[in-house]
């Protein structure tokens, strides 16, 4: 969703917020702007369409400045265009604002403010802000800085809703202000000079200090120092972290696209889920996060899972992990609809949420109803020090690495692997024998190469992507473990291809999908030999039997699905409770290919944004 950065320091400003821009360019956005201050003057360039229409236009502007703010929208309260662009002024114009989030009561506020005599230019919620804090900065009587933050106190106070801004003043010509409630935003400290950030990996080339601020915190930076307070008690604690990658974790490198490479980073993804994870001697696992004694493990009668989108799918892998492997009940739903439900919980029931970014807006909210609740609520995450990760009761880090393309792809293994680890975990607390502990981590072990040795087909996956990617809509199909992988890669395919494509469980074709199979119309099969192969080889006849065209997602050796598949993708066999980990591979790149070969944006598909802030 939207993206801020803001800079202070000796440096020339624009390049780095050109630049900056354009790492956030994956949060989703459609319109940018920039605005800095140039011999004590406010210049506002603000651009509908691409980071680079509006680095033109920032290029023509040449008076030397190091102090601005920038923006890249994502549209909510007004359509996208320069107009609604940001940043925002006030009615003086002297005060620029950026803003990520939602201000529910603005039109109540535009109301009075127009009544008081102020114009607005644009649709947006935004505007309204920055025009509240202006109406406050000549109210103030104070002197010096603390004039303007006295006025950014006041308007947060008055406010309803969600926000993470930056607020840039003509008359404070070294001072940005930023803060937060209910959306992301990063202190990054410099040497001599600091940043403001909605995101950290974006000031990776820059800094790898950073200070995860936390809902109602203000900042104030300026070249050599900051200054946190919280809005309600004055000074607010602080740690800073040191980001634990390198830049080039967030760089493209030689792939074509970002989703490409997450692609082919999973057999490291593993690693790194697994990394001093398995206890060999134990034949178990040890996740030190999670914050709970092996008594207070054993007791945990129910297990329920949430997240939206790719993180729920690997959520429903676990929950099938969980069920058949450390027998303990568990359900799975989308954080949207569990917040909203009445449902009732029992007592020793654990609640884990999925997140990717651990800023959704949807799972943190179901996150805070579970909690609120009185249940303990843990989060599996990959962004370190995200608001999901800081409010849950513990939980485990994916260690995957920025995730930069908007398909989700490594942090689907990731989290799936996790959920490997704590039903490993969880199982040997319960019926599981060393035997079969022993058997999941040798598993373990041969995924990486496992996973290179599908990757080195991509060729092939290309070819039938090629062959099939002017379908009108793909069916995928898959039963228990494999279902999930089935609405995986569908998600896939139609967020990257535009393609309509829906997963469902192979034996609910003759339930009504059936009705949708002609010889247009492909099917995707994930088929591997385990216990219900020849139930699947029966509902492929049925397909074929409607001439409609199959992709068979198969078991390595297994020689007897030509006769009844078009096209063959293998996979290496593991154990079926880590299948998905292989089988979801290939068809990341059946999407990918795709849409390549439909030439969509892979790593900026329409309408979507990479971390979705908003209900
Ligand atoms: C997946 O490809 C999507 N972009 C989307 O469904 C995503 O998984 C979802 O929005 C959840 O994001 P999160 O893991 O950051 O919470």
């Given at each position: 969703?939207?993206?801020?950065?803001?800079?202070?320091?000796?440096?020339?400003?624009?390049?780095?917020?050109?630049?900056?821009?354009?790492?956030?360019?994956?949060?989703?956005?459609d319109?940018?702007?920039?605005?800095?201050?140039?011999?004590?003057?406010?210049?506002?360039?603000k651009?509908?369409?691409?980071?680079?229409?509006?680095?033109?236009?920032?290029?023509?502007?040449?008076?030397?400045?190091?102090?601005?703010?920038?923006?890249?929208?994502?549209?909510?309260h007004?359509?996208?265009?320069?107009?609604?662009?940001?940043?925002?002024?006030?009615?003086?114009?002297?005060?620029?604002?950026?803003?990520?989030g939602?201000?529910?009561?603005?039109q109540?506020?535009?109301?009075?403010?127009?009544?008081?005599?102020?114009?607005?230019?644009?649709?947006?919620?935004?505007?309204?802000?920055?025009?509240?804090?202006?109406?406050?900065?000549?109210?103030?009587?104070t002197?010096?800085?603390?004039k303007?933050?006295?006025?950014?106190?006041?308007?947060?106070?008055?406010?309803?809703?969600?926000?993470?801004?930056?607020?840039?003043?003509?008359?404070h010509?070294?001072?940005?202000?930023?803060?937060?409630?209910?959306?992301?935003?990063?202190?990054?400290?410099g040497?001599?000079?600091?940043?403001?950030?909605?995101?950290?990996?974006?000031?990776?080339?820059?800094?790898?200090?950073?200070?995860?601020?936390?809902?109602?915190?203000?900042?104030?930076?300026?070249?050599?120092?900051?200054?946190?307070?919280?809005?309600?008690?004055?000074?607010?604690s602080?740690?800073?972290?040191?980001?634990?990658y390198?830049?080039?974790?967030?760089?493209?490198?030689?792939?074509?696209?970002?989703?490409?490479?997450?692609?082919?980073?999973?057999p490291?993804?593993?690693?790194?889920?697994?990394?001093?994870?398995?206890?060999?001697?134990?034949?178990?696992?040890?996740?030190?996060?999670?914050?709970?004694?092996?008594?207070?493990?054993?007791?945990?009668?129910?297990?329920?899972?949430?997240?939206?989108?790719t993180?729920?799918?690997?959520?429903?892998?676990?929950?099938?992990?969980?069920e058949?492997?450390?027998f303990?009940?568990?359900?799975?739903?989308?954080?949207?609809e569990f917040?909203?439900?009445n449902?009732?919980?029992?007592?020793?029931?654990?609640?884990?949420?999925?997140?990717?970014?651990?800023?959704?807006?949807?799972?943190l909210?179901?996150?805070?109803?579970?909690?609120?609740?009185?249940?303990?609520?843990?989060?599996?995450?990959?962004?370190?020090?995200?608001?999901?990760?800081?409010?849950?009761?513990?939980?485990?880090?994916?260690?995957?690495?920025?995730?930069?393309?908007?398909?989700?792809?490594?942090?689907f293994?990731?989290?799936?692997?996790?959920?490997?680890?704590?039903?490993?975990?969880?199982?040997?607390?319960?019926?599981?024998?060393?035997g079969?502990?022993?058997?999941?981590?040798?598993?373990?072990?041969?995924?990486?190469?496992q996973?290179?040795?599908?990757?080195?087909?991509?060729?092939?996956?290309?070819?039938?992507?090629?062959?099939?990617?002017?379908?009108?809509?793909?069916?995928?199909?898959?039963?228990?473990?494999?279902?999930?992988?089935?609405?995986?890669?569908?998600?896939?395919?139609?967020?990257?291809?535009?393609?309509?494509?829906?997963g469902?469980?192979?034996?609910?074709l003759?339930?009504?999908?059936?009705?949708?199979?002609?010889?247009e119309?492909?099917?995707v099969?994930?088929?591997?030999?385990?216990?219900?192969?020849?139930?699947?080889?029966?509902?492929?006849?049925?397909?074929?039997?409607?001439?409609?065209?199959?992709?068979?997602?198969?078991?390595?050796?297994?020689?007897?699905?030509?006769?009844?598949?078009?096209?063959?993708?293998?996979?290496?066999?593991t154990?079926?409770?880590?299948?998905?980990?292989?089988?979801?591979?290939?068809?990341?790149?059946?999407?990918?290919?795709?849409?390549?070969?439909?030439?969509?944006?892979?790593?900026?598909?329409?309408?979507?944004?990479?971390?979705?802030?908003?209900?």
């Amino acid at each position: 969703m939207c993206g801020i950065i803001a800079y202070v320091g000796k440096r020339e400003v624009r390049p780095i917020l050109i630049d900056g821009l354009s790492r956030l360019e994956y949060r989703g956005y459609d319109s940018a702007g920039v605005a800095t201050l140039t011999d004590g003057d406010m210049e506002v360039t603000k651009k509908a369409g691409r980071i680079t229409e509006l680095a033109r236009h920032v290029a023509q502007r040449k008076r030397p400045t190091s102090i601005g703010i920038s923006h890249t929208r994502w549209a909510t309260h007004g359509e996208p265009n320069d107009v609604n662009a940001h940043p925002h002024t006030d009615q003086s114009g002297r005060l620029a604002l950026v803003h990520n989030g939602v201000i529910e009561n603005y039109q109540l506020l535009k109301r009075q403010m127009t009544a008081a005599g102020h114009t607005f230019k644009s649709a947006t919620d935004t505007e309204v802000l920055a025009h509240l804090i202006g109406k406050y900065y000549d109210e103030v009587e104070t002197l010096g800085d603390e004039k303007l933050l006295e006025a950014v106190r006041r308007a947060l106070r008055e406010v309803k809703g969600t926000y993470g801004i930056a607020v840039l003043h003509q008359d404070h010509p070294g001072l940005i202000i930023g803060a937060r409630r209910g959306s992301p935003l990063v202190l990054g400290i410099g040497d001599g000079e600091m940043f403001i950030c909605s995101d950290a990996t974006t000031l990776l080339p820059y800094t790898q200090k950073v200070v995860y601020l936390k809902d109602f915190d203000l900042v104030q930076i300026r070249e050599s120092n900051f200054k946190l307070e919280t809005l309600a008690e004055g000074e607010s604690s602080y740690e800073i972290k040191e980001l634990d990658y390198a830049a080039e974790a967030a760089e493209r490198g030689d792939f074509a696209h970002f989703m490409l490479k997450e692609i082919y980073e999973q057999p490291l993804t593993i690693e790194n889920a697994v990394r001093g994870r398995l206890n060999i001697e134990e034949c178990s696992a040890q996740l030190g996060g999670l914050n709970l004694t092996p008594q207070q493990l054993r007791e945990i009668d129910r297990i329920i899972i949430l997240g939206c989108g790719t993180a729920l799918h690997a959520g429903m892998v676990g929950s099938h992990m969980l069920e058949d492997m450390a027998f303990i009940p568990t359900q799975t739903d989308y954080a949207s609809e569990f917040r909203y439900k009445n449902c009732p919980v029992p007592k020793n029931t654990l609640f884990f949420v999925i997140s990717q970014s651990g800023e959704t807006a949807d799972t943190l909210g179901a996150l805070r109803e579970a909690r609120r609740k009185g249940f303990r609520g843990l989060g599996i995450c990959n962004n370190v020090g995200s608001t999901i990760a800081r409010e849950s009761d513990g939980g485990v880090y994916m260690h995957a690495g920025p995730e930069i393309g908007v398909a989700a792809t490594k942090s689907f293994v990731s989290q799936c692997a996790i959920f490997g680890l704590l039903t490993l975990v969880l199982g040997r607390m319960r019926h599981m024998s060393a035997g079969t502990g022993r058997q999941i981590i040798e598993a373990f072990e041969k995924l990486p190469n496992q996973i290179t040795q599908i990757l080195a087909n991509d060729e092939h996956i290309e070819a039938i992507a090629r062959k099939y990617c002017h379908a009108k809509s793909m069916l995928f199909l898959g039963r228990e473990y494999n279902y999930p992988v089935a609405l995986e890669a569908a998600l896939k395919m139609k967020e990257i291809s535009y393609i309509h494509a829906a997963g469902f469980p192979t034996a609910e074709l003759k339930h009504g999908v059936i009705a949708l199979i002609d010889s247009e119309t492909p099917s995707v099969f994930i088929c591997p030999q385990d216990i219900l192969h020849e139930k699947n080889i029966s509902n492929m006849q049925e397909v074929r039997a409607r001439k409609g065209p199959i992709i068979a997602v198969a078991t390595e050796g297994d020689e007897e699905i030509h006769h009844h598949a078009d096209d063959i993708i293998y996979v290496p066999r593991t154990m079926d409770m880590l299948q998905p980990i292989l089988n979801i591979i290939p068809l990341q790149l059946l999407a990918y290919h795709a849409a390549v070969a439909l030439g969509r944006d892979v790593d900026k598909p329409r309408n979507l944004a990479k971390s979705v802030t908003v209900e």
